[in-house]
T-cell receptor, first 109, second 114 residues
């Protein structure tokens, strides 16, 4: 079945450093979303990027559909960026999102 | 004001008991979902719904039922709770008109089965 693999599993940075998170998926995605899960557990959608490059604030996502990969770049990381970043994809017109296991980011001051 | 609210936020249930998790959304979205998250893992889809009075099986539906009595409400029912159903459950909604299918999540319901 469809699979989503994220790397690294965890990442520790000093405040101000940049983060690069990777997401690889086993089949062509028609929808690709990045989510942030806070240390308290709440989930929020960061951006949807099925192909190409998208920016929002300090976040940049690049998805290369035919290579079945997406990345999330966080520039000038802040301690408040700490949490888990989840990648999710689906195929065709399905509303079913398949999630990766996430990258846990820790930013220290 | 939170657009997707879940209740209860936390519950301890006994094995074999019935558990109902409720979800209410004010986003006016057609799609609603129930996911479960186990410690240190991503989310897995249990049931979802496109429209009121209709539900669809997700990837891990065994042991769960779902009910969508109205556009705003979506419940997850565990008829006979088991230890393996200890997890955090998230409800979400999305807009069928949104090509990106952005999901809006509730705060989660932590279920412990003893």
């Amino acid at each position: 079945g469809q699979q989503v693999q994220q790397s690294p599993a965890s990442l520790v940075l000093q405040e101000g450093e940049n983060a690069e998170l990777q997401c690889n998926f086993s089949s062509t995605a028609t929808q690709l979303q990045w989510f942030y899960q806070s240390p308290g557990g709440s989930l929020v959608s960061l951006l949807s990027n099925p192909s190409g490059t998208k920016h929002t604030g300090r976040l940049t996502s690049t998805t290369v559909t035919k290579e079945r990969r997406s990345s999330l770049h966080i520039s000038s990381s802040q301690t408040t960026d700490s949490g888990t970043y989840l990648c999710a994809m689906n195929q065709g017109g399905s509303a079913k999102l398949i999630f990766g296991e996430g990258t846990k980011l820790t930013v220290s001051s | 004001e939170a657009a997707v609210t879940q209740s209860p936020r936390s519950k301890v249930a006994v094995t074999g008991g019935k558990v109902t998790l409720s979800c209410h959304q004010t986003n006016n979205h057609d799609y609603m979902y129930w996911y479960r998250q186990d410690t240190g893992h991503g989310l897995r889809l249990i049931h979802y719904s496109y429209v009121a009075d209709s539900t669809e099986k997700g990837d891990i539906p065994d042991g769960y039922k779902a009910s969508r009595p109205s556009q705003e409400n979506f419940s997850l029912i565990l008829e006979l709770a088991s230890l393996s159903q200890t997890a955090v459950y998230f409800c979400a909604s999305s807009d069928v008109r949104d090509s990106g299918n952005t999901l809006y999540f509730g705060e989660g319901s932590r279920l412990i089965v003893v």
